[in-house]
């Protein structure tokens, strides 16, 4: 039986107690997904942070690369080769936190070479082990001359950003004309608009990871081949829009023809 291992940033808890600042899930939250995992024929394991228990002088040299590779233009594809000492100290200072913020936006594919090389040599067989981490890091991708914030990376290993769920789909056309006019108008549309985007401390997230696990669970089985569903209501859609993701992720379920792939 092929072995999930779910890593969780500390800030990301296993209280019950859901803060807008941690994009907590609570305890209970993990048990649906482990149950969720299970189900789908993993031995699931709930580990701790990626960078737990390194010594000082490890987490100094990951701080420096995290401030290389932050995002410092949305347009501009160059990231931070030379960081300051303050941006570096901020950086471990987060490693270190009890409670880990999102911070500024990174990039996710030299985020993941970061991770990679923190997975231990026994658990690197695509066969037989699934890592998945969970972070609050803001996490981006270059492309159309500009980054984009996502939701999930898919990847050895795959990262979801709880962050992401929130920032990265677009939300209503209607709510950035109403912002751009006017600040308080486009809040007046979020809130009244609520079951149209996902905020945090929200009781739809659970069931959108569920989603998203499940687009990690095709990849996981065949990277080579992994496609997007076309299903608008299937979790594999590639969802770009609150209001996609809410249908596609947030039903947590396959079209009939992934369905019969399981």
Known sequence: MPEAILWRESGISLSHQITANSRRLPSEQWEVLQDFLTHQGFHVQLRGDFFGELPDKTLQSIARRMAEIRVLSPDKQTLNPSPF????AYEKRQMMAEVKK???????????????????ASERSLRNFFHIVFTVKRLATWGDDRWHLRTILLSV????SLTGLVEAPARDREYYVLKQADPALGDQWLEANKSEWLDYEDERTTSVVRGYLYQAIFWWRNPSEFEFCDNPECALYNSHWQKEMLKAQGQARLC?????ML
Not at 102 to 120: A, H, K, M, N, Q
Not at 157 to 160: F, K, L, N, Q
Not at 256 to 260: A, C, K, N, R
């Open 102 to 120: 999102p911070g500024p936006v990174y990039s996710g594919l030299d985020f993941l070479t970061i991770l990679r090389e923190f997975i231990p």
């Open 157 to 160: 290993p795959v990262v979801i």
């Open 256 to 260: 009939p023809v992934h369905s019969s």
């Open 85 to 88: 000492p303050m941006e570096i």
